[in-house]
């Protein structure tokens, strides 16, 4: 029972989701989100972000403090570990830790990725407590996903569009508000107009218990 009012709660945050164009705008303009659901370690999983065109040099890449809807400070940062962020050759780049949701990238130029990792919610003890709606989940046999608890933006550069890649288990489905723009077996891509948008859009990923196939992404 429990388990269905957080489904419920999370896909109710995803009814506002606003529409995006029927082609996505595959260029320099897009940040390119990917999180790996086939590899969970610790209740943990990969995120690799590669950012749109900067010409600064130095950047801030930000995880939301507060989220529309809950008006309180969650600070979703602290769920983020083994932050790094790379050039084109593998090498790390230089990168201080502002505060617990800010970090600031040197020689941006020379950034190829940015890859961390996110933990879950649920079994972490933490001060204080999240709105249940509002929170991830990562086990075995279901992933509910907030986006704004994965991925994070550059200060400055919440408009961009993101491509939004999830590598999935074979034998999960996907239910969300958005449509997506691939789906094979092992991975289904969706493209979000900005980082709004990304926000307000709740994906849950498990196996079905039924023959019929769940909406959205499946």
Not at 83 to 94: E, H, P, R, T, V
Request: hydrophobic share 35%; net charge negative; proline share 4%.
């Amino acid at each position: 029972m429990g388990i269905m009012k957080n489904i419920f709660g999370l896909l109710l945050l995803g009814i506002t989701t606003s529409g995006f164009p029927e082609e996505p705008l595959h260029n320099n303009t897009n940040y390119i989100a990917t999180i790996d659901l086939t590899k969970v370690v610790n209740d943990r999983v990969k995120v690799t972000i590669k950012l749109p065109d900067i010409s600064s040099e130095n950047i801030v890449y930000c995880l939301p403090k507060i989220v529309t809807g809950t008006y309180s400070i969650y600070d979703f940062g602290k769920f983020i570990f083994k932050f790094n962020a790379y050039d084109k050759n593998g090498n790390k780049l230089k990168f201080e830790h502002v505060d617990v949701n800010q970090y600031k990238i040197f020689e941006v130029t020379q950034l190829e990725k940015i890859e961390y990792w996110v933990d879950d919610f649920y079994d972490m003890t933490i001060d204080n407590t999240i709105f249940e709606p509002a929170v991830k989940n990562i086990s075995d046999n279901n992933f509910m996903i907030n986006s704004f608890g994965f991925i994070e933006y550059v200060k400055g550069m919440k408009e961009n569009d993101y491509e939004l890649i999830i590598k999935k288990p074979e034998a999960f489905y996907g239910a969300t508000p958005l449509k997506t723009e691939k789906n094979d077996q092992g991975t289904h891509a969706y493209h979000l107009n900005n980082y709004d948008h990304l926000a307000d859009s709740p994906i849950l990923y498990a196996v079905a218990d039924t023959t019929t196939k769940m909406v959205g992404g499946a």
